[in-house]
């Protein structure tokens, strides 16, 4: 296993649900980043986390909330969401380096896989 | 626009035959290319990293090659095994800032026996 778990696996909700995915990391790492993944298409950077403060967000909507309380645990609040976001959540965590150097590989979480009826 | 394009989409191949995987770029400025194999209900995992200087690089049976002037990688798998069956990505770090992944969308191979 690569020391990032992920639940729930699987989750079915509805447009007017309010629910919350949740990832571990236990490598030490400090930084966390959570991408949505949809078939046939490349995945889909959407929050990163450094040292637990989020620097980068690509414009997702804010019906998905991102939240970092420590470097080891992020989570993903999601309401009021539409069925095209049914997709493959995947979080990952790397270790950025002195000065923010984001090279380090980044190790993934099997995913929760959503459902929005 | 920077972007990663793999082909092909998908293949079928028969167990411990070899085949090669496909990816092109258009990322500039380029600072290193990774592979990734994603088993089915699994995150991916990277496979090897390939930066400018580098134009070729193993891992066990699979063999990366970068060609850094025409944008291009490749990976071969040789005498394929049913748990190679997955899919491979190819993401390429560069673009606007050094932060920056580009993901491709993955060539999804299945090793039948």
């Known amino acids: 296993e690569t020391g990032v778990t992920q639940t729930p696996r699987h989750l079915v909700m509805g447009m007017t649900n309010k629910k919350s995915l949740k990832c571990e990391q236990h490598?030490?790492?400090?930084?966390m980043y959570w991408y949505k993944q949809s078939a046939k298409k490349p995945l889909e950077l959407m929050f990163v986390?450094?040292?637990?403060?989020?620097?980068e967000n690509n414009s997702v909507p804010s019906r998905f909330s991102p939240e970092c309380p420590n470097s080891s645990h992020l989570f993903l609040h999601l309401h009021t969401l539409q069925p095209e976001d049914s997709a493959l959540y995947l979080c990952?965590?790397?270790?950025?380096?002195?000065?923010?150097?984001?090279?380090?590989?980044?190790?993934f979480g099997p995913g929760t896989r959503l459902l929005v009826l | 626009k920077n972007q990663v394009e793999q082909s092909p989409q998908s293949l079928i191949i028969l167990e411990g035959k070899n085949c090669t995987l496909q990816?092109?770029?258009?990322?500039?400025?380029?600072?290193?290319l990774r592979w990734y194999k994603q088993d089915t209900g699994r995150g991916p995992v990277s496979l090897t990293i390939?930066?400018?200087s580098e134009n070729t690089k193993s891992n066990g049976r699979y063999t990366a090659t970068l060609d850094a002037d025409t944008k291009q990688s490749s990976l071969h798998i040789t005498a394929s095994q049913l748990s190679d069956s997955a899919s491979y990505i190819c993401?390429?770090?560069?673009?606007?800032?050094?932060?920056?992944?580009?993901w491709g969308a993955g060539t999804k191979l299945i090793i039948k026996p």
């Open positions: 990952a965590s790397s270790q950025e380096g002195p000065g923010g150097d984001r090279e380090e590989t980044q190790y």
């Open positions: 490598l030490g790492h400090n930084a």
């Open positions: 986390y450094s040292l637990e403060e989020r620097v």
């Open positions: 990816c092109n770029y258009t990322v500039s400025p380029f600072s290193n």
């Open positions: 390939m930066t400018f």
């Open positions: 993401v390429v770090r560069g673009g606007d800032s050094n932060y920056q992944l580009i």
